[in-house]
């Protein structure tokens, strides 16, 4: 179905927006710096300029590729091989975007940043309507194994929706031979390089949270929580610190009620199988129907 003119301006603003908070995100972040302030001091950064998070901001270091976020009572610090992972939406149409720190003094995954990055960059000269899933697959698989390294098999950029941050046709990093093309639409191109096996596994908590289903909740204080997420983030990913940050110590033991009755799905965080660092780059790529735009470059 084609975009309207609307939903098309609003992908653009989302785009701008996530654009200029890499930039602010960039200048900000400093080895040791906690998580937590990150994270907080980003998504301001959102809302200041207009814009509303799609997701929470994913924080992942070294193994972990993806799906972390500091809680509220988070001590970590930044360090590594930091991934940003950012997403912002205008009206329930999203941008998403991400890029990779080297925070080590001697700079050792330099090149590993550099691999992933220029899978991106080689995907956004030649992304068009009508490309194959195989195309693209076997662009970003080429270039990351030409400079040595593996990409993440397991992971994937993704259609973007309405409300939904995966939506549609997933986008592969390899070459798997799906001949399924893009359509007019918004897909996020998220290259993952590792100095491992290029799989990841589910392990652990990762402080993000989505909506699972709607239901009828017994408890109060629970109840004017879901109620809460419900009307705030519908079927976008949310996380406890802004839970707890709106209604304070209850938050923890809200969520984790409504988590237990199958309300709330609990992301996993994503881990590197051989715990081998892994590098992330990601823009947003907007197919109109006479042309291609990167909202978030």
């Given at each position: ?11 653009k ?20 710096m ?6 907080d001091k980003?998504?301001?950064?959102i ?9 929470p ?11 972390f976020?500091?809680g509220s009572?988070?001590?970590?610090v930044?360090?590594g091989?930091?991934k ?5 939406h ?5 941008a998403d ?13 330099k090149e590993?940043?550099a691999?992933?990055q220029e ?6 000269k030649?992304?068009?309507?009508n490309a ?6 076997k662009?970003?698989q080429?270039?990351i ?17 309405s409300?939904?941050?995966?939506a549609?046709?997933?986008i ?5 031979n799906?001949?399924?093309?893009l359509k007019?639409?918004a897909?996020a ?12 596994y ?11 289903k709607e239901?009828g909740v ?5 109840r004017e ?17 802004w839970?707890?940050?709106?209604f304070?110590?209850r938050a ?7 988590e237990q ?10 881990i590197?199988?051989?715990h081998?660092?892994?590098s ?5 790529v ?9 909202t978030?470059?």
């Amino acid at each position: 179905m084609a975009l309207t003119r609307k939903q098309i301006q609003d992908y653009k603003k989302a785009g701008e927006i996530a654009s200029q908070a890499v930039k602010f995100a960039k200048k900000i972040i400093k080895p040791g710096m906690k998580l937590f302030e990150i994270a907080d001091k980003i998504e301001a950064e959102i809302e200041k300029l207009g814009g509303k998070c799609a997701f929470p901001v994913s924080l992942a270091i070294d193994d972990i590729a993806a799906h972390f976020t500091p809680g509220s009572d988070s001590k970590e610090v930044a360090s590594g091989l930091l991934k940003v992972d950012i997403g912002v939406h205008v009206n329930g149409y999203i941008a998403d975007t991400a890029f990779s720190l080297d925070l080590t003094k001697e700079k050792k995954y330099k090149e590993l940043i550099a691999s992933s990055q220029e899978a991106l960059d080689n995907i956004l000269k030649v992304v068009k309507k009508n490309a194959t899933l195989s195309e693209i697959g076997k662009t970003i698989q080429d270039t990351i194994t030409s400079k040595g390294f593996s990409p993440v098999r397991n992971l994937s950029g993704h259609e973007l929706g309405s409300w939904m941050v995966h939506a549609g046709l997933t986008i592969p990093n390899y070459e798997n031979n799906n001949q399924a093309a893009l359509k007019e639409g918004a897909y996020a191109i998220e290259p993952f390089s590792t100095t491992g096996t290029g799989i990841v596994y589910d392990a652990g908590k990762s402080g993000i949270y989505r909506l699972e289903k709607e239901a009828g909740v017994r408890d109060s204080k629970a109840r004017e929580i879901y109620n809460f997420i419900l009307k705030e983030y519908k079927t976008l990913p949310f996380c406890e610190r802004w839970i707890s940050k709106k209604f304070g110590s209850r938050a923890k033991l809200a969520l984790l009620f409504l988590e237990q009755a199958g309300i709330l799905h609990h992301y996993a965080q994503l881990i590197e199988k051989s715990h081998a660092p892994v590098s992330q780059a990601e823009h947003t790529v907007l197919i109109l129907k006479d042309k291609v735009e990167v909202t978030t470059r």
